[in-house]
């Protein structure tokens, strides 16, 4: 193999794919990525059996050719080499020189046949959506994921994929998130995305929010193809909740609030709260005024704001502190309204208007206090 390319198009390619490579695996050619030089066009892939990502990169292609080399390794060499083009020349015995400039490299490839083969998925193209659209319904959801790996279902993310709509749903067993935005799908199918993949999809989303991302997917297989990148991904099996049983359909108080003074409040109040010195927060709903207060070790706090408008009764609810604040700091809202059932029902939070998205709080028992 004897290539020469630009050094920018590598380095963006070789991070690209590298979020799809073992950084530590009994395997050495798993930690690796397989360079593949045909035609005018070098192709990179990262495969750790769950997840590949491919990309295509133009190269001049002297001599065609496909070999292995270390993820981690090559990325910190052609980061630190100068800008301009880079040739990569690799020997029959596997020794691979890397040069631009002066500087020079030369370490040892990996045989492109241990490299596994990506499965061949199957996947139907199902929707087109918008990258914009998509980067935002992963956002909403995505920090709600589990990382129970007892309920492996609840570790990826639900896309309920329907001809006139996608549902996105995560959950950890303490908040829930939903989001629903219109779309154009061929067929309905319902796929749980792990998380993992999710996270990677978002990363490689393009700068354009008007950019299409494609959505290919079966039962085992679904496939995002946008901004130059192929990322496929096993699907996670299993029974995912009936998350619409769970929501409340009635509320006896409803506030509306200001998020940043919500948030701003909570935040002062959360300052005197540790991963060592978890107490949740005591908030009181009433008309004029929400109560925020907490009592640790380190101290105590009580902080109030005016709510925007309340109807119902008055209540006194237990709060982790990050799971509220996770759920208004994501929304990205102005004002959001908190529907409330009682002390120890789940809490839902809307945008106060429209119902893109649904986040259910579970609400925290406070102990007995002497």
Do not use: W
Not at 94 to 104: E, L, N
Not at 250 to 272: Q, Y
């Amino acid at each position: 193999m004897n290539i020469v390319c630009d050094k920018t198009l590598l380095s963006a390619a070789i991070d690209g794919v590298s979020k799809a490579v073992t950084m530590r695996s009994s395997i050495p050619v798993l930690e690796g990525i397989l360079l593949k030089a045909e035609g005018f066009q070098l192709t990179l892939t990262g495969y750790d059996l769950e997840m590949g990502i491919v990309t295509t990169i133009e190269a001049n292609i002297k001599e065609p050719g496909e070999i292995v080399l270390n993820a981690k390794l090559l990325s910190s060499m052609i980061s630190r080499m100068p800008a301009g083009q880079i040739s990569i020349v690799a020997a029959d015995n596997g020794k691979t020189t890397i040069q631009s400039g002066v500087a020079q490299f030369e370490i040892q490839s990996m045989p492109a046949t241990d490299f596994p083969d990506l499965p061949n998925t199957g996947a139907e193209q199902t929707l087109t959506i918008k990258t914009g659209v998509l980067r935002d319904m992963i956002e909403r959801t995505l920090y709600a994921v589990s990382q129970d790996e007892k309920k492996p279902a609840h570790t990826g993310e639900l896309f309920e994929i329907e001809l006139d709509k996608l549902t996105m749903v995560a959950l950890d067993g303490y908040r829930l998130a939903i989001v629903e935005r219109p779309i154009t799908a061929v067929k309905d199918i319902r796929i749980i995305v792990p998380s993992k993949t999710m996270t990677e999809v978002s990363h490689l989303l393009a700068n354009d929010d008007e950019e299409d991302v494609h959505i290919s997917a079966n039962r085992r297989y679904v496939v995002f193809t946008t901004n130059g990148y192929t990322i496929m991904s096993r699907l996670i099996e299993g029974e995912f909740l009936n998350y619409e049983s769970v929501i409340p359909k009635e509320s006896r108080t409803k506030v509306v609030i200001d998020c940043k003074s919500f948030i701003d409040t909570l935040e002062r109040a959360s300052l005197i709260i540790t991963d060592r010195l978890k107490n949740p927060l005591r908030i009181n709903f009433a008309p004029d005024k929400v109560t925020v207060r907490c009592q640790t070790p380190l101290g105590k706090v009580v902080d109030e704001f005016t709510p925007e408008s309340m109807e119902g009764d008055s209540m006194e609810i237990g709060f982790n502190n990050r799971y509220l604040l996770d759920a208004l700091r994501y929304s990205k809202c102005e004002r959001m309204v908190l529907e409330i059932n009682g002390p120890l029902s789940p809490v839902k939070l809307l945008p106060e208007d429209g119902k893109d998205f649904i986040y259910l709080v579970l609400p925290v028992r406070f102990k007995n206090e002497g």
